[in-house]
């Protein structure tokens, strides 16, 4: 059900160029790219950990990852110069296969 989903920001800082590469090339099949190491992703928790698992395979210990869970109110109290108007649209409540 897409009600179990939620808005996480994804930013990370990878020192290897072609790891960062990886890691942004899987990121970007689970969302939309912000900012150069920063992502929106819309996902439930067995996505999540999916993910973390993929990247976790990928990373090395000197690079970082933050991921950030939002709410839904916090998702709307978003403030982004580019659009801001994304965050406050209310998400479907059906998917279409």
């Not at 020192?15 to 990121?27: E, G, L, M, P, S």
């Not at 067995?46 to 690079?63: A, P």
Request: aromatic share 14%.
């Amino acid at each position: 059900m897409n009600t179990d989903k939620h808005w996480y920001l994804f930013c990370y800082d990878i020192r290897d160029q072609k790891r960062w590469a990886k890691v942004f090339k899987i990121i970007k099949g689970y969302g939309e790219h912000l900012q150069y190491s920063i992502f929106r992703i819309r996902m439930t928790k067995k996505q999540l950990e999916k993910l973390r698992w993929q990247l976790t395979s990928i990373m090395d210990v000197e690079d970082d990852l933050m991921i950030v869970k939002l709410c839904p109110t916090c998702a709307k109290r978003i403030i982004d110069s580019r659009d801001g108007a994304k965050w406050k649209q209310d998400v479907p409540s059906f998917e279409v296969f």
